[in-house]
């Protein structure tokens, strides 16, 4: 009896392993079947369309477009790259590019030079900030757009160009010849010290060069004698995951886990550990984070803080947790596929966005408070996961005028900094400079001749509400006090010049700093006011308060999940 019951267990085991096999293939050869057909339709589709659609089309575009979207269905990191956008795709993981050395934008109808980078081709040829492009080879570039331009600009490093601009306040066309060059982006434009004992080091991009340039920013400003680190990750969109990890590295113990990734493909999945012993694992360090720091910024600010090796102040980040690895495609395209998510040390990850589930109308959701889950940095503060990192001190944001947005959005800080520039030999260093009392009226006399105009939010938003009231029949008991709001919220160009001139000169000042002391001025200029490095700077010089952030008997992180 017993080896019959044992010969009809194995039999039926045997049912069953043959049964799920022939299921799960047959699941396969459906999927399969079902990529097959629709490829099918789809060329059939695009055949018909090439042979009789009404006006010529031009298959690449028409099918780049559909690749297009058909990857914004999913998430918009998964992207294609053709054999044509491989130099931008190369600048991004390099920060390595063939060119003149400058930032361009569309200003009106022109494409202008933005900021010329020091001791680079246009730099060292006398192109400033504001010059308008009027050709290039002899190519004009009359509307033409920045990604036009960019491409004549680019191209074989040791190849000469002649670049035709006109310069604000000049009217004659200038002609300037340079020689392009491999230009090498660093991702530490800027470090120092920012008071005696505290070193500050800017990073605002992770290519392959970016943890030496911080290791070596960081030895540098202990040689200066630096007891503690600002690492300031503000508007830090990411870039290569081996970068955060060797950066982490640098202050963290070897062997401690600092990443690990999860996908589809679990033989992929990896756990990212410090492999080096650090530069420096007993440093104060203060993080500076904001909306604008993603991805690798995520890592290594969301790393520091997990591990309770640093104190992270700021606004709460992007919330970038997914990882991207690239494929290689036919004729030297490439795909930037979404393959895991990542997991700082606490073991949350911090993607705010919920792409596989997404609304009625195709827009994303962020990942609702009921379902995000507490987790233990190493101290046993609790942190939360799906929201990017929430600082230990949250700073207030500090908003611009709808008078000051509107100034930049018109370029009229930037054209006036252009002429400011073109008018005088030079100024003040970048920590000393400011605009005066008449450098502002100039100013003041400058955007009205200019017969600026702007509206501001308020008024819009009242005007909207003045049509609703209107449509629902309750403005006619309420016109005065619509009226008296108007008013009240009216734009007033002299009103407000006077009530937010600091933010506007600060703003002036900045650009005509960067006009002489290049990026590092930039930078230098911003930190002089800088509430979010002062705090630093304050938690920084208090040893109780830095411990107490740390080991969690001073609650500043806020325990919410908002």
Known sequence: MKLQRKKGTIWMLAILLFCSAAFFGFTRDERNFEISKNLNIYY???????????????PGDLIKKSMDAMLSSLDPYTTYISEAEIEDFKLMTTGEYAGIGSLISKHGDHVIIAEPYKGFPADKAGLKAGDIMVEINGTSVKGKNTEDVSSLLKGQANAPLTIKVKRPGTKKTL???????????????????????IGYIHLNQFTNKSAGEVKNALSELKKQNAKSIVLDLR????????????????????GSEIVSTKGK??????SYKAMRNPVDAEIPIAVLVNRGSASASEIVSGALQDLDRGVVLGKRTFGKGLVQTTRNLTYNAKLKVTTAKYYIPSGRCIQALDYSNRNKDGSVGKIADSL??????????????????????????????????????SFMIFDFATLYANSHENIASSKEFKLTDQDFEEFTKYIKDKDFKYKSESTEILDALKKSAKEEKYF???????????????PNL??????????????IAHEIVKRFHYQKGGIEFTLRDDKTLKRAIEVLENPNEYAGILDGSIGLHAINKK
Request: overall charge negative; charged content about 30%; aromatic content about 10%.
């Open 44 to 58: 059939t589709l695009f055949r018909e369309l090439n042979l009789f659609y009404v006006d010529e089309i031009d």
């Open 175 to 197: 002609e300037k010849k340079l020689v392009r060059e491999n230009i090498q982006l660093k991702s530490v434009p800027y470090y120092g010290m920012v008071t005696d004992s």
């Open 235 to 254: 508007g830090n969109p990411g870039g290569l995951l081996d970068q955060a990890i060797e950066i982490t590295n640098l202050f963290v113990e070897k």
């Open 265 to 270: 493909v679990s033989k992929w999945d990896k």
């Open 372 to 409: 995000l889950t507490e987790y233990q940095t190493k101290n046993g503060r609790t942190v939360y996961d799906g929201g990017g990192i929430l600082p230990d001190i949250t700073m207030d944001n500090e908003l611009y005028s709808s008078l000051t947005v509107n100034l930049i959005r």
């Open 476 to 490: 006619e008991i309420s016109t005065d006090e619509f009226n008296a709001l108007a008013a009240k919220l009216q």
């Open 494 to 507: 002299d009103r407000d010049l006077k009530r937010f001139k600091d933010e506007i000169s600060n703003l």
